[in-house]
């Protein structure tokens, strides 16, 4: 990362962070926040309409093209007729309402006279709707980070999209039990900064957040959407990004694709590429490939799909040039193709292969009357949808001529991303008429004015000082999930505040590293777990090996201590352990006197480890083997 130079490639950074409200009802209805997978279904499909200026929006035509039904799941307890859209939203939440105001004062946003609610098209099938309703509070504002003070664009307070359940050929299926959720959005003004920190800054706005008080926790409640361009290009909005460390490299691998797009454009011109170039005919070319040898294009053929084909005029070797890894022109459509459904794309350049021939790949060659610098797309399809897609394509190797096109991408677990759409325009909102304008008040204002807790320093001395920890473990717990159990805990347990810090974050992100899947590790299994240790049923040193089998095999602690055989041991059980290594080791303490504690220790660890503190079994051995060498 210290060799991206952010002003020498004029590197712009605009952070969006969501997060969940801690409300027991959802934004516009009184249903409960519970999690639902069962109850009734229905299904709908979504076509895009114009904006009052006669404009259809980018995204919401993409989605359209697609082609796919719906599917809802709504809960009994979790949804009612507003999440259907068969019924007008309620009053809008008003403590979701006071949290956003809470947020526009830390902030210093200017709190808007007149809350006005607004619709954005969303057409992907993640709300009933067709759009989100969105509501800004606050505007302006600033961020303090080590010096460097950020503008805030807007605070907002937005409904939460449908859960999706699983994504088939032709539908998608959603539950309804997260759609209405409240959520705060705050837009940062971007900045030029290195990807570390770009991730500094959303680490100071989500602790600015958390501190509040007013904020859901758990994996799913945070999401960062990332804006970003370099040179003065377009822009591209990274969703979904999760997981805080995963900001820097995102960032990281985000202007480095849009720099190879650059070049790439760079290379495109001086080959004499111009606009247009992509106005190709499509070739059926199934007769062509009826004797292939492979597999996908066989299968496609048999169930009445068509392989289509079009000339890439002047692209040869350009389709899988790759500068850095997982950089290629040819992934980005392939990116694309998936997103119709087809995975059968291929291109010249990885040709022959696949169980394709280089015979085959001459005759699709002669077919399309390609030149020596000439390369070639081969898809295979449902015809139509082929050749939609083959449209898109298209387009999008000629936007390659002006480097990086305006698109929205998803986060992937390594930083890495990939195309979900096109970026929307303005055209995707217009006015909400289903809720009256909501007046906010001076009253409103110094009501949320005298309950704004202290800010995330403060709450850090103060944890500090309460529970003897160091600045690092109380800076780590309150980031945490596990402030409100360890100061719980704390107070309850014959347990060092330390080391149930450690365990509730050192250990929580040992585990995570490692892979285990840490979502299966719940409060009550953390709770159990400590209480276990602090009445003496199994010692400190186990707690890894114990909560890693739960994560592993989703049992109860309880379960996991009989499965590991890791009950305490009484002191009397250890001394007869230590002597009996002691007796079989008579001829090394005696030749080593002292020295041999270390050769005995392990000898009694490889026995107890996980079963008794260690610190017991070091003071143990040493009074044994001070009394056996006076014997």
Known sequence: M??????????????????????????????????????????????????ELGEVDPAALFEARKGIW??????????????????????VNRYAIETAIMVCRILGSEVVDEIQVMRKMVIDGSNTTGFQRTMVLGIGGSLSVKGRV???????????????????????????????IPLIEVSLEPVTASPKEIEEIA??????LKATGRMEKGIGSVRQDINISVLDGEIIEVKGVQQLDLISKVVQFEAERLLW????????????LKKGFMNQQVFDVSTLLSGTSSKIILAGIKKGERALAVKVKGMKGL?????????????????????????????????PNYGISKEEVQKIEEALNCDVDDAFLLIVGEENRAK???????????????GAPAETRAAKDNGETRFIRPRPGSARMYPETDIPPIPVTSAMIAKVDQSIPPLWEEQVEQIKQRYSLGEEQAQKIIDSDYLELFKELATSLKLQPTFIATLLTDTIVSLRRDGFDTSKISEDTLRTLLYSISNGTTAKEASYDI??????EGITVDEAINKLNVSTITIEELVRIIDSVIEKEYKTLEEKKELAFSALMGSVMSQVRGRIDGSIVSKILKERIQKGLKN
Not at 2 to 12: A, F, G, T, V, Y
Not at 261 to 272: P, Q, S, T, V
Not at 388 to 402: F, G, H, S, V
């Open 261 to 272: 797009l650059n070049e790439l454009a760079k290379i495109m011109k001086e080959r004499g």
């Open 150 to 180: 950020v503008g805030v664009q807007t605070v907002t307070l937005e409904e939460d999209a449908a859960r999706i359940l699983d994504s088939k050929d032709r539908e998608r299926r959603f539950s309804l039990d997260r759609l209405g």
């Open 203 to 208: 680490l100071a706005l989500g602790r600015l």
């Open 319 to 351: 389709l899988s040039k790759e500068p850095r890894p997982n950089m290629r022109l040819g992934k980005e459509l392939a990116d694309i193709a998936r997103f119709y459904s087809l995975g059968g794309l291929f291109h010249s350049d990885e040709l």
């Open 70 to 91: 719906i599917s809802y799941v709504a809960g009994r307890e979790s949804s009612c007729l507003v999440e259907a859209d068969e019924e007008p939203p309620h009053e």
């Open 547 to 552: 909560l890693a089998l739960v994560a592993k």
């Open 388 to 402: 939609l897609c083959i449209q898109a394509l298209c387009k999008r190797i000629e936007q390659a001529l002006l």
């Open 2 to 51: 210290s060799q991206l130079d952010p002003e020498r490639i004029r590197l712009k950074v605009g952070l969006e962070i969501h997060r969940q409200i801690n409300s027991s009802a959802k934004l516009f209805c009184a249903c409960p926040i519970i999690k639902e997978e069962d109850g009734k279904s229905f299904r709908r499909k979504f076509r895009p309409s114009e904006s």
